[in-house]
C-alpha cells in the first residue's frame, strides 16, 4: 500500500525544525563582553584643619548723601528759567531756578507805597503831638486834646512798622523767585520744567542737591550683635565730619585707625568691594521692638563719585567673636539641601563618606564647621557634584589659594620670554 504525504501536512514540521536549529546555533555563540566600569572620578581634596578666624557680620544697608538739601519753590509762579545742568555739580549761592517775579515786584512797589504814606501819617502826628503839647501850658487846648494826639502818634508809629513789615516781606517773596543752592553738592534732575506753575498749593520740589563725599550708609545690626559690642558702640561721642576725615586718611595709608580699628568694608551689588574702608560714626537711639535691630551709621569717602544716594550695599564689621581657632572648610565643598549641609569625606581607602556637619559664621569665601569633622580629615572641594555616598575617587591635592594664579602667571612669563 502506498502513502502520499502532503506538502501541507509537511510544512509546520519543517518550521519547528528550523526554528530548533536556530536557537541550538545561538546557544552555541559566545556571550557579548559587558562594558567595563568607568574609572573613579577625579576629585581635589583639601585637609580640613584649624586656623584662627577672623569673623565678619554682612549687613545691608543704603547709602545717602551726607546733606541731602530738597530745593522747593517758596512762592508761586511760572517757571521761567532754570540756570544749572541736570547732575552738575553746584556750588552754595549759586543760582538754579527763576520764577517769573513780575507779581511780586508789583506787590514790593505797593508796600513800599503804602509804608511812605505811613512815615507821612508818622511825622504829622508828631508834629500836632509837639503843637498839643505848647498850647496845653497856655490852656488853649483841653486835656483830651492831648490824649487824643498823644495817641495818634502812636498809632501812626504802629501803622508804619506795619507797613515797613510789608515791605520786609514783599522783599523776601521777590528773593523767592530766584532759587540758590544752600549747599556745595551735585544737583539732581530737576522735577519740573520751564513754563510750569509751582508752588500753587504747596513748596513745589524742583530738585535735591546732595553732598555726596563723604556718604552716609545706614544698616541694622541684632540687638545680640550690639550687646556683643555695646562699649563700641556707646563711644561715638566725638565722631563729626572732622574726625572722619582724618580716620580715612589713616586708613588710605593701610594704618589703624583711632582705637585700633579697622574701619568697616562696603559690598557693593555687583558683590564687588569697594575700594575705600569707612568708619561707623552713629547709631540711633532704640532698638526697634518689631525688628529686634538697631540702626548704626557709617561714613565712607567719595572721592570718585562711585556712590550714590539710594544704593543698596552690604556693610561688613568685624564681629565680637572674631579670635580663636575653628575648623573651616571652603564654602563650596558644602552641599546643601533643605538647610542642612554635608560634606563629601574622603576614606583611607579612597572612599567617599558623605556626611552631615553643623556650620558656622561665614568667613569670606569659607565657613566654620563647628560639629562633623575633625582635624585631619580629608575632604573633597573640587568635583563634589561626582560623587556618591561609598563611591571610590581618584583623589589629588587641591592648589593653595592662590596657587593656580601663580602658576598661570607664571606660564604667561614662561610664554612671552619665549
Given at each position: 500500500m502506498r502513502y502520499q504525504i502532503s506538502r501541507a501536512a509537511l510544512a509546520p514540521a519543517t518550521t519547528a525544525m528550523a526554528v530548533a536549529f536556530a536557537l541550538a546555533l545561538s546557544a552555541c555563540k559566545p556571550e557579548a563582553a559587558k562594558p567595563?566600569?568607568?574609572?573613579?572620578?577625579?576629585?581635589?581634596?583639601?585637609?580640613?584643619?584649624?586656623?584662627?578666624?577672623?569673623?565678619?557680620?554682612?549687613?545691608?544697608?543704603?547709602?545717602d548723601g551726607y546733606v541731602n538739601a530738597e530745593i522747593r519753590a517758596r512762592v508761586r509762579g511760572y517757571l521761567q528759567q532754570q540756570s544749572y545742568r541736570d547732575g552738575s555739580q553746584v556750588k552754595a549761592g549759586q543760582l538754579l531756578f527763576t520764577i517769573d517775579p513780575s507779581e511780586f515786584v508789583a506787590a514790593l512797589d505797593s508796600a513800599r507805597g503804602t509804608a511812605a504814606r505811613a512815615r507821612a501819617q508818622v511825622e504829622l502826628a508828631q508834629q500836632n503831638l509837639a503843637r498839643t503839647q505848647t498850647l496845653i501850658k497856655s490852656g488853649t487846648v483841653t486835656q483830651k486834646a492831648l490824649d487824643d494826639a498823644t495817641a495818634a502818634a502812636h498809632d501812626a508809629q504802629g501803622q508804619l512798622a506795619a507797613a515797613s513789615a510789608a515791605v520786609r516781606n514783599a522783599e523776601l517773596n521777590v528773593s523767592y523767585t530766584k532759587v540758590h543752592s544752600p549747599i556745595d553738592g551735585v544737583a539732581g534732575l530737576a522735577r519740573v520744567r520751564v513754563g510750569n506753575l509751582?508752588?500753587?498749593?504747596?513748596?513745589?520740589?524742583?530738585?535735591?542737591?546732595?553732598?555726596?563725599d563723604p556718604m552716609r550708609v545706614r544698616f541694622p545690626i541684632s540687638e545680640r550683635d550690639y550687646l556683643k559690642n555695646a562699649a563700641k558702640y556707646r563711644q561715638l561721642s566725638g565722631r563729626d565730619l572732622k574726625w572722619a576725615q582724618k580716620q580715612f586718611v589713616t586708613l588710605e595709608k593701610g594704618e589703624l585707625?583711632?582705637?585700633?580699628?579697622?574701619?568697616?568694608?562696603?559690598?557693593?551689588?555687583?558683590?564687588?568691594?569697594?575700594?575705600?574702608?569707612?568708619?561707623?560714626?552713629?547709631?540711633?537711639?532704640e532698638i526697634n521692638p518689631s525688628t529686634g535691630t538697631i540702626q548704626v551709621e557709617a561714613l565712607f569717602p567719595n572721592p570718585d563719585?562711585?556712590?550714590?544716594?539710594?544704593?543698596?550695599?552690604?556693610?561688613?564689621?568685624?564681629?565680637?567673636?572674631?579670635?580663636?581657632?575653628?575648623?573651616?572648610?571652603?564654602?563650596?565643598?558644602l552641599l546643601e539641601v533643605q538647610g542642612t549641609f554635608s560634606v563629601a569625606v574622603v576614606k583611607e581607602d579612597n572612599k567617599v563618606e558623605l556626611r552631615k556637619v553643623e556650620v558656622g559664621a561665614r568667613t569670606g569665601d569659607d565657613r566654620i564647621v563647628t560639629s562633623g569633622l575633625t582635624a585631619g580629615e580629608r575632604i573633597v572641594v573640587e568635583g563634589v557634584q561626582k560623587v556618591s555616598d561609598g563611591?571610590?575617587?581618584?583623589?589629588?591635592?587641591?592648589?593653595?589659594?592662590?596657587?593656580?594664579?601663580?602658576?598661570?602667571?607664571?606660564?604667561?612669563?614662561?610664554?612671552?620670554?619665549?
Open positions: 567595563p566600569p568607568p574609572p573613579p572620578p577625579k576629585v581635589l581634596v583639601e585637609t580640613v584643619r584649624k586656623r584662627p578666624v577672623d569673623l565678619y557680620a554682612d549687613n545691608v544697608g543704603q547709602i509751582v508752588g500753587q498749593s504747596d513748596p513745589t520740589l524742583l530738585t535735591t542737591v546732595s553732598t555726596l585707625a583711632e582705637g585700633n580699628d579697622e574701619g568697616v568694608q562696603l559690598l557693593l551689588a555687583d558683590d564687588s568691594v569697594y575700594p575705600h574702608r569707612g568708619v561707623i560714626a552713629a547709631t540711633d537711639r563719585g562711585l556712590l550714590r544716594p539710594g544704593q543698596y550695599a552690604r556693610v561688613r564689621v568685624r564681629r565680637g567673636d572674631a579670635s580663636g581657632e575653628n575648623l573651616v572648610v571652603a564654602q563650596k565643598s563611591a571610590p575617587v581618584v583623589p589629588e591635592q587641591a592648589p593653595a589659594p592662590g596657587g593656580a594664579m601663580k602658576a598661570e602667571a607664571a606660564t604667561k612669563t614662561a610664554n612671552s620670554a619665549n
